[in-house]
């Protein structure tokens, strides 16, 4: 693999995470990371995954050094936003989000 393309870390992450190896996806962006230290979006794509898996220390820490290394970045700014929320929102990933209105269907005769 090419060290300085962080693209490949992000698409094998993307892969890791698309067949539920969520460590394995982190451990991708990790090594990217190593390799592309000033790549704010290595940073804000590990921060999403530390949010999804409940590690909002950790996310927060990736988030924060994506805001040194593109402080005028918009995903940086969304993302901030995402992780408040998330913080007052409780995660519970056995619950399901319930709808907020039913459609009522109307019975044939």
Do not use: H
């Not at 995954?49 to 940086?76: C, H, I, T, W």
Request: include cysteine; charged fraction near 30%.
């Amino acid at each position: 693999m090419q060290p300085d393309n962080g693209d490949l870390y992000y698409d094998l992450s993307k892969m890791f995470t698309k067949f539920n190896q969520p460590e394995k996806a982190i451990e991708a962006i990790e090594e990217g990371l190593s390799a592309n230290p000033d790549s704010a979006v290595l940073c804000i794509f590990l921060a999403t995954m530390y949010l999804d898996s409940g590690d909002y220390r950790q996310a927060e820490v990736f988030l924060n050094k994506a805001a040194r290394l593109d402080p005028d970045a918009p995903y940086v700014q969304m993302f901030r936003s995402v992780l408040n929320m998330a913080k007052f929102v409780p995660a519970s990933s056995s619950s399901t989000p319930r709808k907020l209105s039913r459609s009522k269907k109307k019975k044939r005769r």
